[in-house]
């Protein structure tokens, strides 16, 4: 079993930070690519950023320029640091990885339990 686990969400102002990281653990071989997505109320999931076993990085254009993904490949941890926020960055924010498991070497997709931002005054 791979787990995904966030923290580091919740309530900042306008123009604040925040950091969030999500940790993998389990049976893992490796993992290839890990990212963010959220999803605001009412609305679908979108990608934030992901990062390679590379470091290679890739952002939505809604938040380039003010949030930088990087991991930690000893750790299996990968993170978002969130700058300049905007109330429409409100939002859950789900981790996410592509992982090779170590027993079967099978590829999965696992995704986190999710981090509450609030951008708000």
């Known amino acids: 079993q791979v787990q995904l686990v966030e923290s580091g969400g919740g309530l900042v102002q306008p123009g604040g930070s925040l950091r969030l990281s999500c940790a993998a653990s389990g049976s893992i071989f490796s993992i290839n690519v890990m990212g963010w997505y959220r999803q605001a109320q009412g609305k679908e999931r979108e990608l934030v950023a992901t990062?390679?076993?590379?470091?290679?990085?890739n952002y939505a254009d809604s938040v380039k320029g003010r949030f930088t993904i990087s991991r930690d490949n000893a750790k299996n941890t990968v993170y978002l640091q969130m700058n300049s926020l905007k109330p429409e960055d409100t939002a859950v924010y789900y981790c996410?990885?592509?992982?090779?498991?170590?027993?079967?070497?099978?590829?999965?997709?696992?995704w986190g339990q999710g981090t509450l931002v609030t951008v708000s005054s």
């Open positions: 996410n990885a592509d992982a090779v498991r170590l027993i079967s070497r099978a590829y999965i997709t696992v």
């Open positions: 990062i390679n076993d590379g470091s290679s990085t």
